[in-house]
Protein backbone atom coordinates (compact mmCIF):
# COMPACT_ATOMS: atom_id res chain seq x y z
CA UNK A 1 0.00 0.00 0.00
CA UNK A 2 0.98 3.42 -0.67
CA UNK A 3 0.06 7.19 -0.16
CA UNK A 4 1.17 10.24 -2.76
CA UNK A 5 1.88 14.04 -0.89
CA UNK A 6 0.80 17.60 -2.19
CA UNK A 7 4.02 17.02 -4.75
CA UNK A 8 2.74 14.08 -5.93
CA UNK A 9 5.51 12.13 -4.21
CA UNK A 10 4.45 8.75 -3.67
CA UNK A 11 5.86 7.25 -0.12
CA UNK A 12 5.22 3.39 0.96
CA UNK A 13 3.32 2.66 4.21
CA UNK A 14 5.05 0.63 6.40
CA UNK A 15 3.43 -2.72 7.50
CA UNK A 16 2.33 -2.83 11.20
CA UNK A 17 3.77 -5.08 13.88
CA UNK A 18 7.45 -4.32 11.96
CA UNK A 19 8.83 -2.14 14.76
CA UNK A 20 5.77 0.22 15.28
CA UNK A 21 5.12 -1.71 18.77
CA UNK A 22 7.32 -2.59 21.42
CA UNK A 23 6.98 -6.33 22.37
CA UNK A 24 5.20 -7.16 26.08
CA UNK A 25 8.42 -7.45 27.56
CA UNK A 26 10.20 -4.31 26.28
CA UNK A 27 7.39 -2.27 28.00
CA UNK A 28 7.04 -3.93 31.10
CA UNK A 29 10.78 -4.71 31.62
CA UNK A 30 10.88 -2.90 34.33
CA UNK A 31 7.41 -4.37 36.33
CA UNK A 32 8.79 -8.09 35.49
CA UNK A 33 12.53 -7.52 37.07
CA UNK A 34 10.29 -6.14 40.00
CA UNK A 35 8.68 -9.62 40.25
CA UNK A 36 11.97 -11.05 39.53
CA UNK A 37 13.88 -9.47 42.80
CA UNK A 38 10.74 -9.77 44.89
CA UNK A 39 10.49 -13.47 44.26
CA UNK A 40 14.34 -13.91 44.71
CA UNK A 41 14.31 -12.05 47.85
CA UNK A 42 11.40 -14.99 49.12
CA UNK A 43 13.80 -17.22 47.83
CA UNK A 44 16.45 -16.22 50.03
CA UNK A 45 14.31 -16.90 53.28
CA UNK A 46 15.39 -20.56 52.88
CA UNK A 47 18.76 -19.84 53.79
CA UNK A 48 17.96 -17.54 55.94
CA UNK A 49 15.92 -20.01 57.74
CA UNK A 50 18.45 -22.35 57.90
CA UNK A 51 21.11 -20.44 59.13
CA UNK A 52 18.50 -19.79 62.53
CA UNK A 53 18.16 -23.33 62.50
CA UNK A 54 21.89 -23.30 62.80
CA UNK A 55 21.95 -20.68 65.92
CA UNK A 56 19.46 -23.34 67.20
CA UNK A 57 21.69 -25.89 66.96
CA UNK A 58 25.09 -24.17 68.08
CA UNK A 59 23.57 -22.93 71.42
CA UNK A 60 22.16 -26.69 72.13
CA UNK A 61 25.68 -28.13 71.16
CA UNK A 62 26.70 -25.28 74.53
CA UNK A 63 23.89 -26.49 76.66
CA UNK A 64 25.05 -29.91 76.29
CA UNK A 65 28.68 -28.75 77.26
CA UNK A 66 27.77 -26.95 79.94
CA UNK A 67 25.22 -29.92 81.45
CA UNK A 68 28.79 -32.17 80.78
CA UNK A 69 31.24 -29.50 82.86
CA UNK A 70 28.15 -28.73 85.96
CA UNK A 71 27.46 -32.67 85.98
CA UNK A 72 31.05 -33.48 86.99
CA UNK A 73 31.50 -30.04 89.06
CA UNK A 74 27.95 -29.43 90.17
CA UNK A 75 25.52 -27.33 88.92
CA UNK A 76 23.44 -24.36 90.55
CA UNK A 77 23.10 -24.53 93.68
CA UNK A 78 19.97 -23.94 96.77
CA UNK A 79 20.81 -24.10 99.96
CA UNK A 80 17.45 -24.21 102.85
CA UNK A 81 18.02 -24.07 105.90
CA UNK A 82 19.29 -25.00 108.55
CA UNK A 83 15.70 -26.50 110.07
CA UNK A 84 14.01 -28.87 112.40
CA UNK A 85 12.19 -31.62 111.40
CA UNK A 86 10.24 -32.49 114.52
CA UNK A 87 7.58 -35.68 113.90
CA UNK A 88 4.38 -34.97 115.95
CA UNK A 89 1.19 -37.33 116.72
CA UNK A 90 -2.29 -36.50 115.79
CA UNK A 91 -5.73 -38.27 116.48
CA UNK A 92 -8.51 -38.05 113.71
CA UNK A 93 -11.96 -40.19 113.59
CA UNK A 94 -12.05 -42.14 110.79
CA UNK A 95 -15.22 -44.36 109.78
CA UNK A 96 -16.14 -43.90 113.34
CA UNK A 97 -12.96 -45.17 114.57
CA UNK A 98 -9.96 -42.77 115.94
CA UNK A 99 -6.95 -42.93 114.43
CA UNK A 100 -2.90 -41.83 115.52
CA UNK A 101 -1.49 -40.39 112.78
CA UNK A 102 2.22 -39.00 112.63
CA UNK A 103 3.16 -36.32 110.71
CA UNK A 104 6.44 -33.53 110.35
CA UNK A 105 6.76 -30.32 110.98
CA UNK A 106 9.23 -27.99 110.08
CA UNK A 107 10.75 -25.18 112.44
CA UNK A 108 12.90 -22.34 110.93
CA UNK A 109 15.45 -20.31 112.56
CA UNK A 110 14.10 -16.97 114.53
CA UNK A 111 17.36 -15.78 112.93
CA UNK A 112 19.49 -16.71 110.06
CA UNK A 113 22.84 -15.17 108.57
CA UNK A 114 24.44 -16.09 105.47
CA UNK A 115 28.19 -15.20 104.98
CA UNK A 116 29.22 -16.08 101.08
CA UNK A 117 32.26 -15.81 99.49
CA UNK A 118 32.89 -17.34 95.73
CA UNK A 119 35.57 -17.59 93.69
CA UNK A 120 34.81 -17.82 89.89
CA UNK A 121 36.39 -19.77 87.07
CA UNK A 122 35.81 -20.67 83.87
CA UNK A 123 36.01 -24.16 82.92
CA UNK A 124 36.10 -25.23 79.15
CA UNK A 125 34.78 -27.98 77.44
CA UNK A 126 35.97 -27.68 73.49
CA UNK A 127 35.19 -24.34 72.42
CA UNK A 128 32.42 -23.57 75.12
CA UNK A 129 32.87 -22.65 78.77
CA UNK A 130 31.13 -21.98 82.14
CA UNK A 131 31.38 -20.23 85.09
CA UNK A 132 31.96 -22.60 87.78
CA UNK A 133 32.84 -21.40 91.48
CA UNK A 134 33.86 -22.35 95.06
CA UNK A 135 31.94 -21.52 97.91
CA UNK A 136 32.56 -20.95 101.35
CA UNK A 137 28.96 -20.22 103.27
CA UNK A 138 28.42 -19.99 106.41
CA UNK A 139 25.03 -20.03 108.33
CA UNK A 140 24.84 -19.21 111.76
CA UNK A 141 21.65 -18.43 113.51
CA UNK A 142 19.13 -20.11 116.75
CA UNK A 143 16.12 -21.97 116.79
CA UNK A 144 12.94 -19.98 118.98
CA UNK A 145 11.28 -23.38 120.35
CA UNK A 146 8.27 -21.79 121.62
CA UNK A 147 7.27 -21.19 118.19
CA UNK A 148 5.96 -24.89 118.28
CA UNK A 149 3.33 -23.93 120.97
CA UNK A 150 1.78 -20.69 119.09
CA UNK A 151 1.64 -23.12 116.00
CA UNK A 152 -1.19 -25.09 117.88
CA UNK A 153 -0.02 -28.49 118.81
CA UNK A 154 0.25 -29.72 121.84
CA UNK A 155 3.39 -30.32 124.39
CA UNK A 156 2.52 -34.12 124.43
CA UNK A 157 2.21 -34.14 120.68
CA UNK A 158 5.66 -33.46 120.06
CA UNK A 159 8.55 -36.48 119.66
CA UNK A 160 11.39 -34.53 120.13
CA UNK A 161 13.62 -37.72 120.40
CA UNK A 162 13.27 -38.10 117.18
CA UNK A 163 13.64 -34.54 115.90
CA UNK A 164 16.70 -34.07 113.21
CA UNK A 165 18.26 -30.90 111.61
CA UNK A 166 17.82 -31.32 107.88
CA UNK A 167 19.54 -28.57 105.70
CA UNK A 168 18.74 -28.92 101.44
CA UNK A 169 21.26 -29.09 98.89
CA UNK A 170 20.48 -29.40 95.38
CA UNK A 171 23.66 -31.15 94.21
CA UNK A 172 25.47 -33.03 96.87
CA UNK A 173 28.31 -33.64 94.10
CA UNK A 174 29.97 -29.98 95.32
CA UNK A 175 30.40 -30.56 98.80
CA UNK A 176 34.11 -30.35 99.46
CA UNK A 177 34.66 -31.16 102.96
CA UNK A 178 32.91 -33.01 106.17
CA UNK A 179 30.29 -30.67 107.43
CA UNK A 180 29.77 -30.32 111.05
CA UNK A 181 27.02 -28.08 112.73
CA UNK A 182 27.17 -27.36 116.40
CA UNK A 183 23.91 -26.79 117.82
CA UNK A 184 23.31 -26.14 121.32
CA UNK A 185 27.21 -26.19 122.18
CA UNK A 186 26.92 -29.44 120.89
CA UNK A 187 29.06 -30.72 117.70
CA UNK A 188 27.70 -33.33 115.15
CA UNK A 189 28.66 -34.16 111.81
CA UNK A 190 25.79 -34.18 108.81
CA UNK A 191 24.93 -37.10 107.13
CA UNK A 192 23.38 -37.26 103.17
CA UNK A 193 19.85 -37.92 102.66
CA UNK A 194 16.60 -36.20 103.93
CA UNK A 195 15.49 -39.31 106.38
CA UNK A 196 11.93 -37.41 106.82
CA UNK A 197 8.55 -39.88 105.93
CA UNK A 198 5.78 -37.73 103.48
CA UNK A 199 8.47 -34.99 103.27
CA UNK A 200 7.15 -32.67 100.26
CA UNK A 201 10.46 -31.78 98.01
CA UNK A 202 9.35 -28.51 96.67
CA UNK A 203 8.73 -27.37 93.35
CA UNK A 204 11.36 -27.60 90.51
CA UNK A 205 12.12 -23.20 91.17
CA UNK A 206 13.17 -22.93 87.22
CA UNK A 207 13.59 -25.35 84.15
CA UNK A 208 15.21 -27.90 83.50
CA UNK A 209 17.02 -27.14 80.19
CA UNK A 210 20.35 -24.15 80.46
CA UNK A 211 19.42 -21.09 79.87
CA UNK A 212 21.83 -18.34 78.64
CA UNK A 213 22.88 -15.69 81.80
CA UNK A 214 22.19 -12.55 79.39
CA UNK A 215 18.70 -13.80 79.37
CA UNK A 216 17.84 -11.34 82.18
CA UNK A 217 14.13 -12.52 82.23
CA UNK A 218 14.88 -15.80 83.94
CA UNK A 219 15.49 -15.03 87.25
CA UNK A 220 14.74 -18.09 88.72
CA UNK A 221 18.20 -21.22 89.10
CA UNK A 222 18.13 -23.73 86.25
CA UNK A 223 17.75 -26.96 88.21
CA UNK A 224 16.12 -29.79 87.93
CA UNK A 225 14.74 -31.26 91.38
CA UNK A 226 13.16 -29.27 94.40
CA UNK A 227 14.31 -27.84 97.33
CA UNK A 228 14.30 -30.73 99.63
CA UNK A 229 14.92 -33.91 96.94
CA UNK A 230 18.39 -33.69 98.35
CA UNK A 231 20.04 -32.90 101.47
CA UNK A 232 22.19 -33.35 104.67
CA UNK A 233 21.12 -34.30 107.89
CA UNK A 234 21.79 -34.90 111.72
CA UNK A 235 19.89 -36.20 114.32
CA UNK A 236 19.64 -34.29 117.73
CA UNK A 237 20.43 -34.71 121.48
CA UNK A 238 16.60 -34.59 122.61
CA UNK A 239 17.85 -33.02 125.44
CA UNK A 240 19.80 -30.64 123.95
CA UNK A 241 16.88 -28.52 122.65
CA UNK A 242 13.97 -30.07 125.47
CA UNK A 243 16.23 -28.12 128.06
CA UNK A 244 15.61 -25.00 126.49
CA UNK A 245 12.12 -25.47 125.40
CA UNK A 246 10.89 -21.76 126.39
CA UNK A 247 14.88 -20.01 125.07
CA UNK A 248 17.06 -19.86 121.63
CA UNK A 249 19.23 -22.48 120.12
CA UNK A 250 22.06 -21.54 118.83
CA UNK A 251 23.44 -22.93 115.74
CA UNK A 252 26.22 -22.96 113.17
CA UNK A 253 27.42 -24.63 110.58
CA UNK A 254 29.83 -23.72 107.31
CA UNK A 255 29.75 -25.33 103.95
CA UNK A 256 32.39 -25.81 101.63
CA UNK A 257 30.40 -25.85 98.24
CA UNK A 258 31.31 -26.27 94.29
CA UNK A 259 28.75 -25.30 92.03
CA UNK A 260 28.41 -23.71 88.83
CA UNK A 261 26.62 -20.44 87.50
CA UNK A 262 24.30 -19.53 90.47
CA UNK A 263 24.24 -19.89 93.90
CA UNK A 264 21.04 -19.11 96.03
CA UNK A 265 19.77 -19.21 99.33
CA UNK A 266 16.03 -19.47 101.19
CA UNK A 267 15.49 -17.16 103.47
CA UNK A 268 14.20 -19.68 106.63
CA UNK A 269 15.11 -17.17 109.17
CA UNK A 270 12.61 -14.88 110.73
CA UNK A 271 14.86 -12.33 110.09
CA UNK A 272 17.19 -13.48 107.38
CA UNK A 273 20.51 -11.57 106.71
CA UNK A 274 22.87 -12.04 104.16
CA UNK A 275 26.03 -11.26 102.60
CA UNK A 276 27.15 -12.52 99.39
CA UNK A 277 31.24 -11.67 97.60
CA UNK A 278 32.86 -12.99 94.85
CA UNK A 279 35.68 -11.85 92.32
CA UNK A 280 33.00 -12.01 89.28
CA UNK A 281 32.50 -8.82 87.54
CA UNK A 282 29.25 -9.24 85.88
CA UNK A 283 26.49 -10.81 88.10
CA UNK A 284 23.04 -10.93 88.11
CA UNK A 285 21.20 -10.64 90.76
CA UNK A 286 17.48 -12.76 91.25
CA UNK A 287 15.07 -14.90 92.70
CA UNK A 288 12.40 -13.58 95.29
CA UNK A 289 14.33 -10.50 96.70
CA UNK A 290 16.91 -8.07 95.51
CA UNK A 291 19.60 -6.73 97.71
CA UNK A 292 19.07 -3.95 99.77
CA UNK A 293 22.57 -2.62 98.39
CA UNK A 294 25.29 -3.98 96.20
CA UNK A 295 28.83 -2.73 94.64
CA UNK A 296 30.51 -3.91 91.77
CA UNK A 297 33.55 -3.04 90.63
CA UNK A 298 37.01 -4.14 88.78
CA UNK A 299 37.61 -6.50 91.97
CA UNK A 300 34.23 -8.21 92.17
CA UNK A 301 31.03 -7.67 93.60
CA UNK A 302 29.31 -7.93 97.29
CA UNK A 303 25.80 -7.60 98.02
CA UNK A 304 23.66 -7.71 101.20
CA UNK A 305 20.26 -8.83 101.81
CA UNK A 306 17.68 -8.60 104.55
CA UNK A 307 14.54 -10.58 104.86
CA UNK A 308 11.81 -10.37 107.00
CA UNK A 309 9.09 -12.73 108.24
CA UNK A 310 6.82 -10.18 106.75
CA UNK A 311 7.73 -10.23 103.46
CA UNK A 312 6.98 -13.79 103.14
CA UNK A 313 3.40 -15.94 102.77
CA UNK A 314 4.77 -18.64 105.26
CA UNK A 315 5.23 -18.78 109.29
CA UNK A 316 8.38 -20.11 110.91
CA UNK A 317 6.82 -23.55 111.63
CA UNK A 318 5.36 -25.61 108.41
CA UNK A 319 3.86 -28.96 107.95
CA UNK A 320 6.56 -31.10 106.27
CA UNK A 321 3.71 -32.46 103.51
CA UNK A 322 1.96 -29.26 103.18
CA UNK A 323 2.82 -28.97 99.21
CA UNK A 324 1.32 -25.31 99.57
CA UNK A 325 3.62 -24.01 101.87
CA UNK A 326 6.77 -25.60 100.99
CA UNK A 327 5.80 -24.27 97.27
CA UNK A 328 6.09 -20.77 98.90
CA UNK A 329 9.16 -21.32 100.81
CA UNK A 330 11.00 -22.37 97.50
CA UNK A 331 9.83 -19.74 95.89
CA UNK A 332 11.19 -17.30 98.50
CA UNK A 333 14.84 -18.31 97.40
CA UNK A 334 17.23 -15.18 96.50
CA UNK A 335 21.02 -15.33 95.04
CA UNK A 336 23.25 -14.25 92.07
CA UNK A 337 23.96 -15.77 88.82
CA UNK A 338 27.12 -15.99 87.54
CA UNK A 339 26.81 -14.73 84.25
CA UNK A 340 28.98 -14.41 81.20
CA UNK A 341 28.80 -11.18 80.16
CA UNK A 342 28.57 -11.52 76.16
CA UNK A 343 25.61 -14.38 74.63
CA UNK A 344 26.70 -14.91 71.50
CA UNK A 345 24.01 -17.01 70.38
CA UNK A 346 21.53 -14.91 71.47
CA UNK A 347 23.11 -11.61 69.57
CA UNK A 348 23.48 -13.86 66.08
CA UNK A 349 19.59 -14.48 66.54
CA UNK A 350 18.33 -10.97 66.86
CA UNK A 351 21.31 -10.13 63.50
CA UNK A 352 19.67 -12.72 61.48
CA UNK A 353 15.83 -11.48 62.13
CA UNK A 354 16.78 -8.06 60.31
CA UNK A 355 18.66 -10.32 57.48
CA UNK A 356 15.43 -10.37 54.77
CA UNK A 357 15.75 -6.10 55.60
CA UNK A 358 19.52 -5.67 54.41
CA UNK A 359 18.57 -8.45 51.28
CA UNK A 360 15.36 -6.40 50.19
CA UNK A 361 17.21 -2.76 50.92
CA UNK A 362 20.17 -4.25 48.68
CA UNK A 363 18.10 -4.99 46.31
CA UNK A 364 16.13 -2.38 45.98
CA UNK A 365 19.40 -0.11 45.59
CA UNK A 366 20.52 -2.09 43.01
CA UNK A 367 17.43 -1.77 41.34
CA UNK A 368 16.90 1.95 41.31
CA UNK A 369 20.93 1.54 39.79
CA UNK A 370 19.57 -0.26 37.36
CA UNK A 371 16.96 1.12 36.01
CA UNK A 372 18.37 5.07 36.48
CA UNK A 373 21.41 4.36 34.59
CA UNK A 374 20.34 2.56 32.45
CA UNK A 375 22.84 -0.48 33.62
CA UNK A 376 20.93 -3.88 33.33
CA UNK A 377 21.98 -6.63 35.88
CA UNK A 378 21.08 -10.17 35.34
CA UNK A 379 18.86 -12.14 37.80
CA UNK A 380 21.49 -14.43 38.87
CA UNK A 381 23.91 -11.92 39.82
CA UNK A 382 21.24 -10.43 42.47
CA UNK A 383 20.68 -14.35 43.45
CA UNK A 384 24.50 -14.00 44.33
CA UNK A 385 24.45 -10.73 45.94
CA UNK A 386 21.52 -12.42 48.02
CA UNK A 387 23.52 -15.86 48.79
CA UNK A 388 27.32 -13.33 50.12
CA UNK A 389 24.27 -11.59 52.62
CA UNK A 390 22.92 -14.84 53.87
CA UNK A 391 26.85 -15.96 53.86
CA UNK A 392 27.47 -12.71 56.30
CA UNK A 393 25.37 -14.65 59.00
CA UNK A 394 27.16 -17.96 59.05
CA UNK A 395 30.28 -16.17 58.95
CA UNK A 396 29.28 -14.10 61.97
CA UNK A 397 28.16 -17.25 63.60
CA UNK A 398 31.35 -19.52 63.21
CA UNK A 399 33.77 -16.59 64.21
CA UNK A 400 31.89 -15.25 67.25
CA UNK A 401 32.29 -18.92 68.86
CA UNK A 402 36.04 -18.33 68.61
CA UNK A 403 36.61 -13.95 69.19
CA UNK A 404 32.67 -13.09 70.38
CA UNK A 405 30.22 -11.30 68.82
CA UNK A 406 31.70 -7.36 68.38
CA UNK A 407 34.68 -8.75 66.69
CA UNK A 408 33.20 -10.97 64.47
CA UNK A 409 30.21 -8.28 63.05
CA UNK A 410 32.93 -6.21 62.07
CA UNK A 411 34.82 -8.90 59.98
CA UNK A 412 32.49 -10.36 58.20
CA UNK A 413 30.49 -7.45 57.23
CA UNK A 414 33.54 -6.08 56.11
CA UNK A 415 34.49 -9.35 54.21
CA UNK A 416 30.95 -9.42 52.77
CA UNK A 417 30.98 -5.27 51.62
CA UNK A 418 34.39 -5.90 50.23
CA UNK A 419 32.89 -9.09 48.06
CA UNK A 420 29.61 -7.33 46.70
CA UNK A 421 31.85 -3.96 46.20
CA UNK A 422 34.30 -6.11 44.06
CA UNK A 423 31.31 -7.96 42.13
CA UNK A 424 29.09 -4.58 41.92
CA UNK A 425 31.65 -2.77 40.60
CA UNK A 426 32.26 -5.47 37.53
CA UNK A 427 28.61 -6.17 36.74
CA UNK A 428 27.59 -2.91 36.68
CA UNK A 429 31.40 -1.94 34.93
CA UNK A 430 31.18 1.28 37.28
CA UNK A 431 33.35 1.02 40.10
CA UNK A 432 31.51 4.21 41.92
CA UNK A 433 28.35 2.22 41.74
CA UNK A 434 30.04 -0.43 43.25
CA UNK A 435 31.09 1.36 45.50
CA UNK A 436 27.58 3.39 46.30
CA UNK A 437 26.15 -0.26 46.92
CA UNK A 438 29.04 -1.23 49.93
CA UNK A 439 28.46 2.28 51.65
CA UNK A 440 24.80 1.36 51.68
CA UNK A 441 25.63 -2.22 52.64
CA UNK A 442 28.38 -1.03 55.79
CA UNK A 443 25.48 1.74 56.69
CA UNK A 444 22.82 -0.94 57.00
CA UNK A 445 25.36 -3.36 59.04
CA UNK A 446 26.45 -0.71 61.79
CA UNK A 447 22.36 0.10 61.71
CA UNK A 448 21.75 -3.24 62.69
CA UNK A 449 24.10 -3.30 65.21
CA UNK A 450 23.68 -0.45 67.04
CA UNK A 451 19.94 -1.95 67.08
CA UNK A 452 20.96 -5.03 68.72
CA UNK A 453 23.49 -3.05 71.35
CA UNK A 454 20.16 -1.31 71.95
CA UNK A 455 17.73 -3.01 74.69
CA UNK A 456 15.14 0.00 75.86
CA UNK A 457 15.28 1.96 73.07
CA UNK A 458 15.66 -0.45 70.25
CA UNK A 459 12.11 -0.82 69.04
CA UNK A 460 11.76 3.23 68.82
CA UNK A 461 15.35 3.29 67.04
CA UNK A 462 14.26 0.57 64.90
CA UNK A 463 11.12 2.38 63.68
CA UNK A 464 12.36 5.61 63.03
CA UNK A 465 15.27 4.27 60.98
CA UNK A 466 13.34 1.88 58.75
CA UNK A 467 10.69 4.89 58.16
CA UNK A 468 13.63 7.39 57.14
CA UNK A 469 14.66 4.48 54.98
CA UNK A 470 11.83 4.54 53.07
CA UNK A 471 11.06 8.21 53.03
CA UNK A 472 14.49 8.14 50.79
CA UNK A 473 13.12 4.99 48.65
CA UNK A 474 10.04 6.58 47.61
CA UNK A 475 11.85 10.08 46.77
CA UNK A 476 13.90 8.39 44.14
CA UNK A 477 11.39 6.28 43.33
CA UNK A 478 9.65 9.28 41.46
CA UNK A 479 11.95 8.72 38.82
CA UNK A 480 11.08 5.54 37.93
CA UNK A 481 8.05 4.24 35.47
CA UNK A 482 7.31 0.69 35.79
Known sequence: METRDSSNHVTPLLPEGNGNKRSFIERYSASIKLV?????TLLLLIPLGMIRELINERKFTKSNAVLEITSKWGGEQIVTGPCIAIPYTQERIVNDKREIITRDILLFPEMLDVQADATVEKRKRGIYDVSVYKAE???????DMGEIEKSGIKNEEIQLDKARVIMGITDLRGIREEVSLQ????????EP????????AGPNPGINVYTSGTEKTVAAPNVPSGIFAAGLNARTDSSTIATTRDGNVPFSVTLYLDGSMGLYVVPVGKVTTATFQSDWKAPSFGGGFLPADHEIGDEGFSA???VLDLNRSYGQVVRGDDSSAINMVASSLFGVKFIQPIDQYQQNLRSVKYGILIILLTFVVVLFIE???KNPVNPFHYLLVGLALVLFYALLLSMSEIWGFNL????AAFMTIVMIILHMGAILRNRKQGVLVGM???FLYLFVFLLIRMESYSLLVGSLGLFAILGVIMYYARKIRL
Open 36 to 40: VVGFL
Open 304 to 306: NWK
Open 137 to 143: ITLKGAF
Open 371 to 373: LIK
Open 440 to 442: LQA
Open 408 to 411: AYVV
Open 183 to 190: LGGETMLM
Open 193 to 200: GIPVENLF
